[in-house]
Structure formats: structure tokens, C-alpha cells
């Protein structure tokens, strides 16, 4: 059974700094989700992507951060210039339809540390 | 706004005993889902439970059940008789219905610790 998958599941960088981080969806779930949780937090909701299509993007994510999901697949998110306020987990999920009551299914995270 | 309150930060209970976790949220939609997802310590999230709000109908699955009341917009979630495997964090999360609304709304989260 092939899950959500996300990679690396730790970085550590130094602040200014970019990072890149890469999500594999479970086959054919054509939404992807990026969330990000800062400890003692539930998940924030970052941007999504409907196949190829950047639908809905957070005021979290600001002009440093940018996302991706080419030909409808794996998807990155990438942080330019990292701060150290961007250490966090950042989560990926997948989902198979398009309808709100589908449930999310999430990856392992990658665990950002900026010193 | 979506919000979702979950009012408990950290419970502690001690093995077989029943603990019932809150959930309160707030929406203007009359269309939505609600969940519950487990965070283990290996902190992948882990799917539990989604409802509709036109479903209030309890449910229940082996020692897990949940009381969905759209009159105080509560979606509690009840452990019957813990345990240790239990431990972890537990999130409510609300997702509304519009085509470009599926994103989740957590709250911050219960630490739910089981003592043997």
C-alpha cells in the first residue's frame, strides 16, 4: 500500500538559505494539500493544487515561498531566503475527489530547522 | 470564518478509564465535514472519522464513538475504556463544501496521555 510520501523528512538549513521540498500523492488523487504545524499547533493550510492547478493559496505563504505540481503529479514547495520563523513541519495530503467530504490523506512530513 | 476550538490542551488518564475529547467549531456554510485525526508520536496524522453536516447521527467503531450536535456545533469524540496505544495528540478539523473550499481547518490539537 503506497501512501503519501514526502522527502527529505528533515532539513536542516541556515537562515537565507533555499530549500525544496518534494511530495508524492497517492496514485491518481488528483488534490494535493500543503499544510504547515508549528509545534503545539494543529496543521495550517498552505496552498492546493486540483491536478496541475494552483486553486487556493493562504496569506501564510508569502512571496518566498512558492509551490509546484507539474503535469499533475509530485508536487514541491520551495522557501527562498529561509527565516528562522519558517522552521515548522510541512505536510503534504492527497485526496482522490473533488468533493469537501473526502477525507485527506497525509504523508510523514519534513521536519525544516532554520538556524 | 471557520474555526475550530478545542478547548482541552492535554488530558491524562489512566488506562481503561473513558475520555471524551471536545470539539467546538464555528462556520457560516450549512454544508460541511467534520473529522478527527490522530497524531502518534511518530507524527504522521491519521485519519479517524469524517461526518456531514446534515448526518447527526452518532457513530461508533470498536471502543471509538462520536456525538455530533449541530445545536451547540460540537463534534465530540469519546475513548471508551483507553489505552496506552492510545497516547497521542488528536485533532478536530472542518472542511466546508464550496468547490474551492476542501481545505482543512484544524484545531490545536489534545495531547492525550493513557497511563498504565
Known amino acids: 500500500d503506497t501512501g503519501v510520501s514526502q522527502d527529505p523528512r528533515h532539513k536542516i538549513t541556515k537562515r537565507g538559505q533555499n530549500v525544496t521540498f518534494r511530495c508524492d500523492p497517492i496514485s491518481e488523487h488528483n488534490r494535493l494539500y500543503w499544510y504547515r504545524q508549528t509545534l503545539g499547533q494543529g496543521p495550517e493550510f498552505l496552498t492546493y493544487f486540483q491536478n496541475e492547478a494552483q486553486l487556493e493559496k493562504s496569506r501564510l505563504l508569502s512571496d518566498r515561498f512558492s509551490a509546484e505540481r507539474p503535469k499533475g503529479s509530485f508536487s514541491t514547495l520551495e522557501i527562498q531566503r529561509t527565516e528562522q520563523g519558517d522552521s515548522a513541519m510541512y505536510l503534504c495530503?492527497?485526496?482522490?475527489?473533488?468533493?469537501?467530504?473526502?477525507?485527506?490523506?497525509f504523508g510523514p512530513g519534513t521536519r525544516l530547522t532554520v538556524l | 470564518a471557520q474555526k475550530v476550538t478545542q478547548a482541552q490542551t492535554e488530558i491524562s488518564v489512566v488506562e481503561k478509564e473513558d475520555v471524551t475529547l471536545d470539539c467546538v467549531y464555528e462556520?457560516?456554510?450549512?454544508?460541511?465535514?467534520l473529522f478527527w485525526y490522530k497524531q502518534p508520536p511518530s507524527g504522521e496524522l491519521v485519519f479517524l472519522i469524517r461526518?456531514?453536516?446534515?448526518?447527526?447521527q452518532n457513530e461508533i467503531s470498536g471502543r471509538y464513538s462520536w456525538n455530533f450536535q449541530k445545536s451547540t456545533s460540537s463534534f465530540n469524540f469519546t475513548i471508551t475504556a483507553s489505552q496506552v496505544v492510545d497516547s497521542a495528540v488528536y485533532f478536530c478539523?472542518?472542511?466546508?463544501?464550496?468547490?474551492?473550499?476542501?481545505?482543512?481547518?484544524f484545531g490545536a490539537g489534545t495531547i492525550l496521555r493513557v497511563k498504565s
Open positions: 462556520t457560516r456554510d450549512t454544508t460541511y465535514y
Open positions: 478539523a472542518l472542511s466546508e463544501a464550496g468547490e474551492y473550499g476542501n481545505k482543512l481547518v
Open positions: 461526518r456531514n453536516s446534515f448526518d447527526e
Open positions: 495530503a492527497s485526496s482522490p475527489g473533488t468533493s469537501g467530504s473526502n477525507e485527506q490523506f
